[in-house]
Antibody, heavy 119, light 112 residues
Framework: EVQLVESGGGLVQSGGSLRLSCAAS????????MTWVRQAPGKGLEWVAN????????YYVDSVKGRFTISRDDAKNSLYLQMNSLRAEDTAVYYC????????????WGQGTTVTVSS | QSVLTQPPSASGTPGQRVTISCSGS????????VYWYQQLPGTAPKLLIY???QRPSGVPDRFSGSKSGTSASLAISGLRSEEEADYYC?????????????FGGGTKLTVL
């Protein structure tokens, strides 16, 4: 079964750090772009960052540039999001998703992990 | 303020046909594919339409997508109560200020 499972969310103070993980199974992780999408409470979806196979290309939404770092470990079939200098507006459910880059969209999603930043 | 513009709400009765619009610009919808996602209450988003008008395996043919210029739309025919959900459009954006995915603000579909 193709599956993505996020972990690492929690409550953190403003200015703090958190590292999210996404464990992939049921597909060849190293062959896919991967992405993080977040959803603030009661709000819509916001793309956060994505990373190419092998990690040679990475893109970020402007609001997290310089604070968040996306990475992957293909040997461990895992995707990560290191979040530093967290702000209240980073409070959201964070989803990881598999990306069919170029045509297929985000076709597999995890269940999400909740990050709460207290001010 | 989302880069792609969707109506915040839409509604229909069971069996009816409803459409949801999505407006963008030349750097996103105008030059890249459009995708649609369905998010049922309390669940993760699900890919509904890819490459403007293609349906993943398992998505009923009552769902259809179209694109023209810098706008796109999602149509649902034979509306069912279980399709009450939030619907989002998305596209890759190749603007001068940066590249990345952009989403619409979402449309809450109510089945009356």
């Amino acid at each position: 079964e193709v599956q993505l499972v996020e972990s690492g969310g929690g409550l953190v103070q403003s200015g703090g750090s958190l590292r999210l993980s996404c464990a992939a199974s049921g597909f060849t992780f190293s062959s896919y772009w991967m992405t993080w999408v977040r959803q603030a409470p009661g709000k819509g979806l916001e793309w956060v960052a994505n990373i190419k196979q092998g990690g040679s290309e990475k893109y970020y939404v402007d609001s997290v540039k310089g604070r968040f770092t996306i990475s992957r470990d293909d040997a461990k079939n895992s995707l990560y999001l290191q979040m530093n200098s967290l702000r209240a507006e980073d409070t959201a459910v964070y989803y990881c998703a598999r990306e069919q880059r170029g045509s297929g969209g985000m076709d597999v999603w995890g269940q999400g992990t909740t990050v709460t930043v207290s001010s | 303020q989302s880069v792609l513009t969707q109506p915040p709400s839409a509604s229909g009765t069971p069996g009816q046909r409803v459409t949801i619009s999505c407006s963008g610009s030349s750097s996103n919808i105008g030059s890249n594919y459009v995708y649609w996602y369905q998010q049922l209450p309390g669940t993760a988003p699900k890919l509904l339409i890819y490459k403007n008008n293609q349906r993943p395996s398992g998505v009923p043919d009552r769902f259809s997508g179209s694109k023209s210029g810098t706008s796109a739309s999602l149509a649902i025919s034979g509306l069912r109560s279980e399709e009450e959900a939030d619907y989002y459009c998305a596209a890759w954006d190749d603007s001068l200020s940066g590249r990345g995915w952009v989403f619409g603000g979402g449309t809450k579909l109510t089945v009356l």
